[in-house]
């Protein structure tokens, strides 16, 4: 009886776009040689899987193994060393979910028990991650007393923990410093509209201009500011600085002059600011609550500054 000519494993003409350039040269020498990856592999000193790995553009390739691979299948080393050698662009080859069979069981295999390897490693090493790139793995057949084959496949992956990272009171002030300032800020673009719609009826610009200047230097000036009161509670956390830079940092500043927001009605007298509306008065003075605490002022109408 002939002996029945070794089959062998081909790129796929789907998988080949997504692929390298080198390998297609790889799997076309591999097939004109006649050679399957456990020949290679023995050749190259790796397992058959990591070998196919280097076939398919995955794994990074080692000066060795080009030199051993171009000796092997009669393919220019400089065609290959320049791609191969380089860094790899993993997880290219399969689409995600998988439409072919065989890689969608694996897949399956990763929904149906990756909670279940997920609970038992951590028991065992603690929290972490199995790694995939300082990874072996191989393929073995067995076959049991019945006669059927089952395929074993084994991983090994460098089990790595996560560094110690404490989060520290800092973290939370600056979650809570970033969404006072975001908040402020907004409200502080809504009230530089208004004069445009407000005008319209009747209410000067003026002094709605005095109180956007207020806001916007409230604004300011609240990036030099610790976590003052409101917001959900975060505001009460204060950063870790001594007394007196707190006192420095805090304390009132001197009376400034209203800024001149005349306006000349035509025979050379300034026009009184009219009352600014009551829904963006309430707006700021909730602003300047949660954003500068219970004792910060923002001057409406006329004035400019903390």
Known sequence: MPEQQQRLA?????????????????????TAKNLTFAQIAQHLGRSEVAC???????VQASD?????LSELLGVIRDDLAEQMMAFPNRGISVEMPPTEPLIYRLYEVVQNYGYAYK??????????????????????KEVDETGAAWAVITMKGKWASPPPQPYTLFAIEDLAYTMKFLYLSLVCALVSAAPITEVKRGIDP???GGMTKGI????EALKGLGIGGGLGGLGSLKRAEKPEAQTERLAPRPEQAPVDLKDDDGKGQAVKPQQVPSQITGAVEAVEHAALGPEAKVPLGGGVGL
Request: hydrophobic share 40%; net charge negative; aromatic share 8%.
């Open 10 to 30: 081909s790129i796929g003409a789907n998988v080949d776009t997504r692929l390298p350039l080198h390998c297609s040269l790889l799997f076309q020498a591999k």
């Open 206 to 208: 003026g002094g709605l």
């Open 64 to 68: 060795e193994d080009v030199d051993k």
């Open 216 to 219: 916007k230097s409230a604004t």
């Open 52 to 58: 196919a790995g280097l076939f398919y553009g995955q």
């Open 119 to 140: 609970a038992v490693m951590n028991e065992k090493f603690g929290d972490g991650i199995m790694s995939g790139v300082c990874f072996k793995t191989d393929v073995d």
